[in-house]
């Protein structure tokens, strides 16, 4: 596991003169460093590692993040915890970041700020702990590094010649998927007044996670269909081209059945495909996966 750092602090900058394509360095940071990190995950559905040392050439600033697949599953968009090594190779810092590419293409020039907005927002909802970073220096000019320095939440720092053991690596890894955890928890809003328990928050967030994540709404999209499972609302009938392919993607397992930290999910009988307006109204029932519920409303019997 201590090769995970000290590897690469050891031989990037050498391995960095040498051709891209094939070289092996690169080819531990893609396979063999994140399948060492994946075998200390309790969930290995629900996480996947990934490992960078560049795409067609080498980055300044290599790194290893961890996604929560309800989250997001790339280092593009979202937050995740990740290994984010200086481009000296001076030290390495493990990070609760966020994905910068899809926030620098869509606010340009004012992506830093927005970046630092958010990471304070993050941070509020969170547990500090004194040694916790808030701040990072990767070293580079380069302006992905400026950006992720700039959407750091919190990180820990591993100077070149002060790296941890196997314990102590292994034990902040753990602490820093907690801390995204209760972030991921944390950053969905429920409704206080509802009285809920401590447990029924994490269950609702988890579901309304779940109705959220991207890949999962294509995969049942594509799989149900595009009419209102509740109404028959068709909005390509309505609306043209304009409705094509529109449909909203409604999670019916109830809250109740959520184990928190599981993500076993079955995309032809765990979700409905519902207009947004059913969607809504069906939030709106005491048991929010009782779909036969809605439809009889739709029809007039109950």
């Known amino acids: 596991m201590e090769r995970l750092l000290r590897e690469p602090i050891e031989n990037y900058l050498t391995q960095k003169r040498q051709a891209f394509a094939g070289n092996p360095l690169a080819d531990q940071m893609r396979h063999e460093f994140p399948e060492l990190i994946n075998r200390i995950l309790s969930d290995q559905t629900r996480y996947k590692v990934v490992g960078s040392p560049g795409k067609g050439n080498w980055t300044d600033c290599p790194w290893i993040a961890i996604f929560d697949t309800l989250v997001t599953d ?4 979202g937050y995740y915890p990740v290994f984010l090594f200086k481009a000296d190779m001076s030290g390495v810092y493990l990070s609760l970041n966020q994905g910068v590419t899809e926030v620098k293409d869509y606010y340009k020039s004012e992506a830093r700020n927005v970046l630092k907005l958010r990471a304070e927002d993050y941070r509020a909802k969170i547990d500090l702990d004194t040694n916790d970073l808030l701040e990072i220096n990767l070293s580079s000019i380069n302006s992905n590094a400026r950006l992720y320095e700039a959407g750091n939440i919190i990180a820990r720092y591993y100077p070149a010649d002060n790296l941890p053991n196997e314990t102590e690596l292994i034990a902040d890894i753990l602490h820093f998927l907690h801390l995204y955890e209760e972030l991921n928890f944390n950053d969905t809003h429920v409704d206080e007044n509802k009285g809920l328990t401590a447990t029924e928050k994490k269950q609702y967030r988890l579901h309304f996670r779940i109705e959220r994540n991207s890949r999962l709404s294509k995969k049942v999209k594509e799989y149900k269909g595009y009419v209102c499972e509740a109404c028959e609302f068709d909005f390509t009938t309505k609306y043209g081209d304009l409705g094509r392919k529109f ?54 019997i109950e």
């Open 247 to 300: 449909i909203e993607a409604h999670h019916l397992t109830p809250i109740s059945n959520l184990g928190i930290g599981q993500y076993k999910i079955n995309i032809q009988t765990d979700f409905a495909v519902l207009c947004s307006n059913c969607h809504s109204m069906i939030h709106r029932l005491d048991d929010p996966s009782n779909l036969t519920h809605l439809r009889n409303i739709v029809k007039g």
């Open 74 to 77: 790339t280092a593009q968009s």
